[in-house]
């Protein structure tokens, strides 16, 4: 199908992002199929969309297509295709009828039980080389176009040409939908103190699967107890300190210590041979 770029910017440069894939998918096949159905359904299905998606969207796209979701520029394409095809086949047929012409007059008769292995081509299997460029082309426009969207949402923006080889790679592993699915995800449950990853990177190591926990990892959770047990210790030395001020007389170095350890009674909180340990220091 061809594709010009600018003309389709052009057109639809008041869609969203989701009325852009909607719209692609629809007219990508509509190339292929000839026609599309008329049911919400199945042009949601078409779409990749759930039948709310495609009721939010299906307005904006609809305005591309007349009744019965009937879109004039890709028939015309289509008929040029058509007009195209028939041609090849008719220089075909005539060339491959000239050779066995030609083949007749310059080949001895063959015994009559030879005959019927002799069969002559009638219609070309190939289509001619500038159909197959024009569709190479036509390919080359739709990865540029997927891969833009793609690295578009992208929040890392490094080494563009790299990624658009890895996004080569993994598009023939994934779908579209699948690695923006992967890539949005990746966005919103990356943790803010790791560095973003490269996009070829991501790519490459089809981070697009990756499906991490949204639990606290073990060794954070062991270093919060942890710190907060030292806390703990802390204040009960203080509120100690604090005893042993008091009773040797120094009630005001006493009482500081007690108002930072957040009152005198934070020794209850430690095991039983440190309480006896804070014990005898207060009593010496």
Known sequence: MPFY??????D???LSAAEHGAYLLLIMHYWQNGKLPAEPHRLARIARMTPDEWDAAADAVGEFFDDGWRHERIERELQKAADVSEKAKKKAAKRWGNAAADAAAHTPAMPQECQSQSQSPTEETNVSSETRERKREDRSRV????????YGGYPHKVGKAEARKAFEKARRKASLEELI???DRYIRDKPPD???CNPATFLNQERWTDEPSTDQPQANRFASGHHAGRARGGDAVLAGMARVARHRGLAGFGNECADLAEGPDFAGDLPADERTAFSYRSAN
């Open 143 to 150: 990865a540029n176009i997927e891969f833009e969207h793609w």
């Open 12 to 14: 639809t440069g008041h």
């Open 194 to 196: 790791r560095s973003w």
């Open 181 to 183: 699915a992967g890539r």
């Open 5 to 10: 770029v600018a003309d389709y910017l052009a």
